[in-house]
């Protein structure tokens, strides 16, 4: 009996214990306003500001709502902005020339400061998911060039290059200003292009959904139309190919 009575103490205590070290601390500093229920982290406001030493890449990949301001420059440099409760949640890495900026997987994020200014000498891809934006900034180069962008994500920017490889899907967005030589564009969702003062020699373009794209070709274009996109065009282009359904228009500025 004195044993059993011993023994109900010694789970009494021990039940104490574990319960003040789950209010004392539960793992998860306070200042991260973490929802264990649907794994939301809010944004501290507070922001720290990092470096990253990467070199050598050509090839950027944004994610989750990152603003971005991409800038030609001599030296290569990629300084972040964050909130500081979310620094151990960032992902910054370089897989051969390429980066990679975002956040990790399995949370919510909501009011949260996320920017990256990144300086490189030359640009090959850009790559943007997750309702992220970008600012290129006065690029001036004659090789091809390709953007990826899906899930609400926005590029603006200036540049002069040569062949134009460009995908948007999901809402998202490009305007550019500046020159390049033939544009191949897939476009679909309620995605919108503004090439209006982006010129072009040549174009292939399909869009599709409720897409809508503007664009200035002195040459020739080839165009599939479908859903209810609009295809807006300037200048006196010919039209080797054209297919226009569903509720899809055409239309010369």
């Known amino acids: ?130 309702a992220s934006s970008a600012v290129i900034k006065n690029f001036n180069f004659s090789h091809d060039f390709s953007m990826h962008l899906s899930g609400a994500s926005s590029v603006v920017g200036s540049i002069n290059t040569g062949n134009v490889d460009l995908y948007l899907s999901g809402a998202s967005s490009v305007l550019l200003n500046g020159d390049g030589e033939n544009f191949y564009i897939n476009c679909s969702g309620a995605s919108t292009i503004n090439f209006k003062n982006f010129k072009g020699k040549n174009a292939s373009i399909n869009l599709s959904g409720a897409s809508v794209s503007t664009l200035n070709i002195t040459g020739d274009i080839e165009a599939d139309l479908s859903g209810t996109s609009i295809l807006y065009y300037v200048g006196n282009p010919t039209f080797s190919k054209l297919h226009v359904s569903g509720q899809s228009k055409l239309i010369k500025l």
């Open 1 to 130: 009996m004195k044993t059993k009575q011993i023994s109900l103490f010694v789970l009494f205590v021990l039940s104490i214990m574990i319960t003040n070290c789950v209010m004392v601390d539960s793992g998860i500093n306070s200042d991260w306003n973490f929802d264990p229920n649907n794994q939301t982290l809010y944004g501290s406001g507070h922001v720290v500001i990092i470096e990253k030493d990467f070199s050598e890449f050509q090839n950027i990949e944004i994610q989750h709502s990152f603003r971005v301001s991409i800038s030609e420059g001599n030296n290569y440099s990629v300084s972040i902005t964050i909130d500081d409760n979310l620094l151990d949640h960032l992902v910054v890495r370089q897989n051969g020339n390429k980066i990679i900026l975002g956040l990790e997987n399995g949370y919510n994020y909501k009011n949260i400061i996320l920017e990256a200014e990144i300086t490189m000498p030359d640009i090959d891809l850009v790559d943007l998911s997750g």
